[in-house]
């Protein structure tokens, strides 16, 4: 299977002007949680897992959203609820009108790692990038060896994708976490943080590659215990967060010691940005 | 080799001002490129307070307007006349390289090429340092011009750069001479007295030293603002009152401001002075080196001349020892 290629590769997919979006519909609307939602739009492109698209309602202003499916026909979208635009995001519902630009960045370099055992941490909406990897792996099921994932939420009300956990504790080794219980409510995980279901479980470096996304302390804690373990930088791969406006590579904001998220990112190998995650 | 004479050199520049705009460093409160209306307010070997990047990448820049849910670009005049920047000094020619490099090499970006497609840069070779700030001789700048004069007793030497520069020498043909005279090597090149000794900057990256050039810092921004090669720019939507028209806009921005990296949710990752300015240096003399095999400092000195501090990182790189 070929690699698919980028937005970059493909430069004359859209307008001339690269800042103008192109006009899409929201074809499906579902609330996950008391703060995210995942929307499905009708925006065809080739894209891989970990890209990420601009979002853009006019008026309202634009936001990078990473892609949570792999398909040429639809793109869905988990959004957090935390600023100006995926406030007015969340108002919107099946039918409305929103405009878009990408896919960029480079996503995970899936078609480079066949043969790999995969270890996917994800904590609260960073779990929506790692999913457009597990779609990735569902159609090239022969390539990867064992998958196991680790997903951390707050509370039970916060967990994502509550349907596709269901079929991902069959497929896959699942672990799954929350943070607190307050409402007492009848679950089947543990309450703690990711990190320490990370920190017991006996992981074997060899051959694997662990990919992460999630809130930076998370991830630092997460990459530190790996490391402790025995795992290796050049096998961890980050999904990092950054302000990105221009999302090709000028703008500047998305700089990461010299690496441009929306260019080199948002997935690094570990490696890459090493010590420099807070520059 | 050509020349135009000094005697006619106001002729010319008449000349042009009748079919082109014409923009030239003229001093006011401060020194600036500005549009020429009369030609006594041109100091052709100014170097200008304020950097030339606004004539391509405009401080305030309409990206396209909306109205409910309809995009429209802003219209391109083919009107507009073609402009003639006179006294770009070698920093400021450097500085539109690498800005050309930003915003045209791989990425297009139609409002800078709209700008700079119109533009003649006509060049002057600076013959002494223009004070003590400038540091160009240590930067190894490259020849990017149209045309280049090179201030020599009675007549400005000529040197043509490129294909536009040789058809607009054509154009204004009775104006240049041929001559005799040839330039020197010192003719190109001076040497200014503040040098940047060390441009690898790798291994500093955690030396004490930042904190006394940090430690004086007011994050003001105004390094940022004033530096000829500083591309970085935040895209914003501006509505009327009926909140369904409006236009995205995109304006400078400054990394030495805490919210150019503040994502929402509010955690900002460059929260501190240090981390800030050494981001500004980095990215000059590091960063853009690393992409694009040059620095993107050019030497001009203006964000030493504008700081409120005179924080000169020139000299304090300079004198940081390498501790290993």
């Not at chain 1, 040429?72 to 600023?83: A, C, H, K, S, Y």
């Not at chain 1, 290796?232 to 980050?238: A, F, H, L």
């Not at chain 2, 010319?12 to 009748?18: A, N, S």
């Not at chain 2, 000195?301 to 020892?321: A, L, S, Y």
Request: proline share 4%; net charge positive.
């Amino acid at each position: 299977m070929p690699r698919v290629k980028t937005a970059k590769e493909e430069p004359e997919q859209q307008s001339a002007n690269p800042y103008l979006p192109v006009s899409t519909k929201i074809t499906s609307f579902k609330r996950e949680s008391s703060d995210c939602f995942m929307i499905r739009i009708d925006f065809k492109t080739k894209h891989d897992p970990g890209q990420f698209v601009q979002l853009t309602l006019p008026g309202i202003g634009e936001a990078p959203i990473s892609i949570a499916s792999y398909s040429q026909e639809f793109m869905d979208l988990n959004i957090r609820e935390v600023g100006n635009v995926t406030k007015a995001l969340s108002k919107m519902k099946k039918g409305d009108t929103l405009f878009v630009r990408g896919p960029y960045g480079k996503g995970y370099p899936m078609d480079k790692l066949f043969g790999k055992e995969l270890i996917v941490i994800g904590g609260g909406s960073g779990v929506a990038p790692l999913k457009g990897i597990l779609s990735y792996v569902d159609k090239h099921k022969n390539n990867f060896g064992e998958v196991s994932l680790y997903f951390g939420f707050r509370t039970p009300e916060d967990i994502l994708f509550k349907d596709e956990m269901r079929q991902w504790r069959n497929k896959y080794n699942l672990n799954l976490s929350v943070d607190k219980n307050p409402n007492k409510a009848r679950i089947s995980c543990d309450v703690c943080f990711i990190t320490n279901l990370i920190e017991k479980a006996k992981l074997n470096p060899e051959n694997k590659i662990v990919f992460i996304c999630g809130p930076p302390m998370m991830m630092n804690i997460t990459i530190s215990i790996l490391k402790n373990k025995g795992f290796k930088e050049e096998q961890i791969y980050v999904s990092t967060e950054r302000l990105m406006q221009c999302a090709l590579g000028i703008c500047g904001h998305c700089m990461i010691h010299g690496k441009y998220t929306c260019l080199d990112g948002p997935v690094f190998r570990y490696d890459e940005i090493g010590q420099y995650t807070n520059d | 080799m050509l020349k135009i004479n000094k005697a006619s050199f106001n002729d010319f520049l008449l000349d042009l001002m009748r079919y082109n705009e014409l923009i030239a460093p003229v001093k006011t409160d401060e020194s600036r490129f500005e549009l020429v209306k009369d030609i006594k307010q041109i100091e052709i070997s100014l170097h200008t307070y304020f950097p030339v990047k606004k004539l391509f990448f405009r401080k305030h820049q309409t990206m396209f307007s909306f109205d409910k849910n309809k995009l429209a670009e802003p219209e391109t005049s083919a009107e507009k006349k073609q402009r003639v920047i006179v006294g770009l000094k070698r920093c400021d020619l450097n500085s539109i390289r690498r800005q050309d490099i930003m915003f045209m090499k791989d990425t297009k970006d139609p409002y800078y090429k709209e700008e700079r497609d119109r533009t003649i840069l006509v060049g002057y070779n600076c013959k002494e340092p223009f004070d003590e700030y400038c540091f160009c001789s240590s930067m190894d700048l490259g020849d990017y011009y149209d045309l280049m004069l090179y201030d020599k007793d009675d007549a400005y030497l000529v040197e043509i750069g490129s294909e536009k520069g040789r058809n607009f020498v054509d154009r204004y043909r009775k104006y240049f001479w041929d001559t005799e005279l040839f330039l020197r090597p010192e003719d190109r090149r001076i040497e200014t007295k503040l040098q940047l000794d060390k441009r690898d900057i790798k291994e500093y990256y955690n030396h004490p030293d930042w904190k006394k050039m940090v430690d004086i810092c007011f994050s003001c921004a105004a390094c940022v603002t004033l530096c000829p090669s500083c591309y970085c720019f935040d895209i914003h939507d501006e509505v009327d009152a009926t909140l369904n028209k409006g236009e995205r806009k995109r304006n400078w921005a400054a990394c030495q401001l805490p919210c150019f990296t503040k994502v929402a949710g509010g955690h900002v990752f460059r929260s501190t002075r240090e981390d800030r300015f050494k981001h500004r240096i980095y990215h000059q003399l590091q960063y853009f080196k690393d992409r694009h095999g040059m620095t993107l400092c050019t030497g001009c000195g203006r964000c030493i001349r504008g700081c409120p501090t005179r924080i000169n990182f020139v000299k304090g790189i300079n004198e940081m020892k390498l501790e290993k």
